[in-house]
C-alpha cells in the first residue's frame, strides 16, 4: 500500500484499473466454468446451456451503449464500481438452493453479469485514453495490448479456478468466495480510484451515444464482423463438434478451449511487436485489411480440408491454432484503433459505442452458431465466418490512414 502512495497519479490510477479489471475478469472466466460445468452435472445438454448465456451477451449491446453515456456524465470510476457491484449481485443470486436454481433465474443472473463484464470492461479501456498522451501512439498500442492480451489470458486461467473451485468448494461455496472478493476489490477502488476520470466537460445527453465519428462507424461496423465471424463457429458449433463428432470428453473440451485463451490473450500482448508498428501514429487501412484478409483463409481453409481427411482432429486444431494467432491480431489492432480514434473530452461515448458493435456480433455469432451447426453442420458455420470475416477486411479499407492528433491535454505516464 506504501509502494502504491508513492507512485506518480497517472500510474497508481493505471495500476488500480488494471488491477480491477483482472481481477474481475479471472472471476468472470471462473463463474462461466461453474455454470458449464454444474448445469452439465445437472444433465443439461450442450445447446441448452449456451442459451443460458443468452442474456449475458444481449444485455452487453445496450450496456455498451448506455455505458458510455453513463461514464461520460459520471466518471469512470463510478462505471467501473457499478460493474463490481453488480456481479456481486449477480454470484449472490446464484446462491439459491439447487431446486431454486431454474433456468429464468440463471439466465437473469448471467443477464446482470453481462452488464456488469461490459461496465468494467468499457471503463478499463476508456481510461487508458486519458493516461497516455496523445502524441505517443505506440504507446498506447501497446499499452492496450497488454491490457486486452492480459485480460484474455486470465479469462482462460478463470476456466480452471473455476474448475478447481467446483472441485473444492462445491457450486455455492466457489460462488461466495468469488463473490467476497469481489466485494474486496470494489471496497479498495473506493479507496483509490479518486479522480474524476472520463467525466466530460459538458454533460452529454443520451442522443450523444450515436457516434458521429466516420472512422468510430466504420471501425465498429468491421468489430462486428469480427466477432461474429468468430463466434459463429467458436461458441457453440466447435465444442459440440469436439464433443460429439470427436468423441471428446468434457474435460477435454474444457481445458482445450482454455489453453487456447490463454494463448490466445497472450498473442494479444504481443500484437504490437508481430504488427511491428512501432511509429508514433495510427496504423493504414491497409493494416486491418490485411490481418483480416488472412484470418478469412483459415476457415474457409478448413471447410475445404475437412471432408477430404480421414482424420478430422489434425485439421479442427491445427485450424484453431492458426486462427487463435490472426484472430487475436486483428482484435489487438482493433482495441487499439477504437482507444486511438475516440475524442478525449467523453472517451467512454466512443468506446461504448464501439463495444457496443462489439457485442451485437458476438450476439448474432451466437445464435447462428447454434443454428447453423444444428441444421447444417460444423462446415456451414466456417463458410459463413469466412464470409463475415471478408465483410470486415473490405470494410476496414475505409478506415482514414492516420488518426489526426488531438489538441486536448492527457496525462503523461512516465516511461
Known amino acids: 500500500m506504501n509502494a502504491l502512495r508513492t507512485l506518480p497519479p497517472a500510474w497508481r490510477q493505471y495500476l488500480v484499473v488494471t488491477g480491477n479489471y483482472w481481477l474481475f475478469t479471472l472471476t468472470d472466466g471462473a463463474l462461466r466454468m461453474l455454470v458449464v460445468l454444474h448445469f452439465h452435472q445437472l444433465g443439461y445438454g450442450p445447446l441448452a446451456i449456451a442459451m443460458l448465456f443468452l442474456f449475458y451477451e444481449l444485455f452487453g449491446v445496450l450496456t455498451n451503449l448506455f455505458g458510455g453515456w453513463l461514464g461520460a456524465r459520471v466518471g469512470l470510476n463510478r462505471t467501473m464500481q457499478a460493474g463490481l457491484l453488480m456481479q456481486v449481485l449477480a454470484l449472490i443470486m446464484l446462491t439459491a438452493p439447487s431446486e431454486w436454481l431454474s433456468v429464468p433465474l440463471v439466465m437473469a443472473a448471467q443477464g446482470l453479469s453481462g452488464i456488469a463484464k461490459d461496465l468494467n470492461k468499457m471503463s478499463a479501456k476508456s481510461s487508458i485514453k486519458l493516461l497516455v498522451p496523445t502524441e505517443q501512439q505506440s504507446r498506447l498500442y501497446r499499452w492496450v495490448a ?7 489470458a486470465l479469462k482462460g486461467v478463470g476456466f480452471f479456478v473455476g474448475a478447481a473451485l467446483l472441485a473444492v468448494l462445491g457450486f455455492r461455496g466457489a460462488v461466495l468466495t468469488m463473490a467476497l472478493v469481489l466485494f474486496c476489490t ?6 483509490w480510484l479518486t479522480a474524476e476520470l472520463g467525466k466530460a466537460k459538458y454533460k452529454p445527453k443520451f442522443r450523444d451515444v450515436w457516434s458521429k465519428s466516420r472512422a468510430i462507424n466504420i471501425l465498429s461496423a468491421a ?29 477435454q473440451v474444457g481445458g482445450f478451449l482454455a489453453l487456447w485463451i490463454i494463448g490466445y ?16 501514429q ?10 483480416a484478409l488472412a484470418l478469412a483463409i483459415v476457415p474457409a481453409g478448413m471447410a475445404l480440408v475437412l471432408p477430404l481427411v480421414d482424420v478430422p482432429a489434425y485439421v479442427v486444431i491445427g485450424g484453431l491454432l492458426i486462427f487463435g494467432v490472426l484472430f487475436a491480431i486483428n482484435s489487438s489492432l482493433h482495441s487499439y484503433l477504437i482507444v486511438s480514434f475516440a475524442k478525449e473530452d467523453g472517451v467512454s461515448l466512443d468506446v461504448g459505442f464501439y463495444y457496443m458493435s462489439n457485442a451485437c456480433g458476438r450476439l448474432l455469432g451466437t445464435v447462428l452458431s447454434g443454428w447453423l451447426f444444428q441444421a447444417f453442420g460444423l462446415m456451414h458455420c466456417l463458410w459463413v465466418s469466412a464470409m463475415l470475416l471478408l465483410s470486415a477486411a473490405v470494410i476496414s ?9 488531438s489538441a486536448q491535454p492527457t496525462v503523461s505516464l512516465p516511461d
Request: aromatic share 16%; hydrophobic share 55%.
Open 223 to 251: 468489430r462486428l464482423f469480427l466477432f461474429g465471424a468468430r463466434d459463429v463457429w467458436f461458441v457453440v458449433a466447435l465444442p459440440v463438434y469436439l464433443s460429439t463428432s470427436l468423441n471428446w470428453s468434457f474435460w
Open 282 to 291: 495510427a496504423p493504414s487501412a491497409r493494416v486491418p485489411f490485411n490481418w
Open 265 to 280: 490473450g497472450i498473442v494479444q500482448a504481443l500484437a504490437p511487436m508481430i504488427t511491428r508498428q512501432t511509429h508514433d
Open 186 to 191: 470494489w471496497l479498495l477502488s473506493r479507496w
Open 146 to 152: 497488454a491490457l486486452t492480451g492480459s485480460k484474455n
Open 397 to 405: 479499407l475505409a478506415l482514414p490512414s492516420h488518426h489526426a492528433a
